[in-house]
C-alpha cells in the first residue's frame, strides 16, 4: 500500500508539472538562473582562497645577522628564532647566497660586488606556522641579540590578510543571500501553482485526504524542479570553469599561485549544486503547501 501511494505521488507531481507547463518552466528558470550564479560565486571563492592561501604560504620573515655576530652567535640566534612556538622552520642564508639570488634575478651587473665587496649581511628565513602569525614572529624576533634588521612586509601583509577575510566573509554571505533568494522564488513559483489548484486541493481534503498525503507530489514536484533546474548551469559551469582554467594557468605560469584544479573540484561543485536544487526545490514546495494548507 505504501509502495502504491509512493508511484502515485511521483505520477501526479509529474502530471502537475506537464499540466501547469509555464510556471514549471519559471519555476526551473528560477533555479538555474540562481544555481548558475551560486556556481560563479562558489568557483570564485574558492579560487580565490586557493591563490590566497598560495600568497600566504610564501610569506615569511627574513632576519638580517648584525655584521658582529660571529659563527656561534649566528648558530645560537637560529636555535632562539626556532625555539618560538609560532616558528614552523628556519633556514639560514650566507651572504653569498644572497648575493647570488640578486645576480639570478637581476643580472650580471651585480657580479661587481662579488668577494670582500659583498654588501648583503648574512640571513635567516623563517617561515610562520600560520601566515598569521607572521607580525607576531617578527615582533619576537627583533627583540633578540645580534639581529640587525627584520623584514616581512610590515602593515602591507597586515592589510592583506584582513582583505583576505574580508573577502571571505562577503563570499560566504553571498552564497547564503543566493539560497534564500532561490528558496524564494522557488516557493513564490510553486505558491502560485498551489492557488491555481485550490480546488483540487480542497475536494482531496473533503474527501478525507490527509496534510501528509497532500504535501507529498508537491514535495516531489519540488525537488524534480530543482533537479531539473540544476542541469542546464553544470553544464555552463563546467564549460566555462575550464576556459578560464586553461586562461588562467598561462597567465599565472611562472609564478607560485594557483587555481583549483578541475578535477575534483568540477565534480565536487556539480554534485552540491544538484543536491542543493534539490533541497530548495523540495523545502520551498514543502513550505508553500504547508502555508496554504494551514488557512
Not at 507531481?13 to 507547463?21: M, P
Amino acid at each position: 500500500m505504501f509502495i502504491r501511494s509512493q508511484f502515485r505521488h511521483v505520477r501526479d507531481a509529474f502530471k502537475s508539472l506537464t499540466r501547469n507547463g509555464l510556471l514549471t518552466f519559471a519555476s526551473i528558470t528560477a533555479v538555474s538562473l540562481t544555481l548558475l550564479l551560486f556556481a560563479f560565486a562558489t568557483s570564485f571563492l574558492l579560487n580565490m582562497n586557493s591563490v590566497a592561501a598560495s600568497i600566504e604560504n610564501d610569506v615569511t620573515v627574513k632576519v638580517f645577522i648584525d655584521i658582529a655576530a660571529d659563527e656561534a652567535e649566528e648558530k645560537q640566534l637560529e636555535a632562539d628564532i626556532s625555539k618560538l612556538p609560532e616558528v614552523a622552520k628556519t633556514e639560514y642564508r650566507t651572504k653569498d647566497q644572497e648575493l647570488e639570488d640578486v645576480i639570478e634575478s637581476q643580472g650580471d651587473a651585480f657580479t661587481l660586488f662579488e668577494g670582500d665587496s659583498n654588501p648583503f649581511q648574512n640571513a635567516i628565513i623563517v617561515s610562520a606556522v600560520s601566515p598569521s602569525d607572521t607580525t607576531k614572529v617578527a615582533e619576537e624576533v627583533e627583540k633578540m641579540s645580534y639581529v640587525s634588521d627584520v623584514n616581512y612586509g610590515g602593515e602591507s601583509i597586515d592589510k592583506f590578510f584582513t582583505y583576505v577575510d574580508t573577502a571571505r566573509n562577503i563570499g560566504i554571505a553571498i552564497l547564503v543571500a543566493l539560497l534564500i533568494v532561490a528558496t524564494f522564488l522557488i516557493s513564490n513559483s510553486v505558491r502560485t501553482a498551489i492557488y491555481a489548484r485550490g480546488t483540487e486541493i480542497e475536494i482531496m481534503r473533503l474527501v478525507g485526504a490527509k496534510n501528509s498525503y497532500i504535501r507529498a507530489p508537491f514535495f516531489l514536484e519540488g525537488g524534480i524542479i530543482g533537479f531539473l533546474g540544476a542541469i542546464v548551469p553544470i553544464v555552463l559551469s563546467v564549460s566555462a570553469y575550464y576556459y578560464v582554467y586553461n586562461k588562467g594557468i598561462q597567465f599565472l605560469a611562472g609564478t607560485s599561485l594557483q587555481l583549483l584544479n578541475p578535477m575534483p573540484f568540477l565534480l565536487y561543485l556539480s554534485l552540491v549544486m544538484l543536491a542543493v536544487g534539490i533541497l530548495i526545490g523540495s523545502f520551498g514546495s514543502l513550505f508553500s503547501i504547508t502555508r496554504f494548507l494551514k488557512k
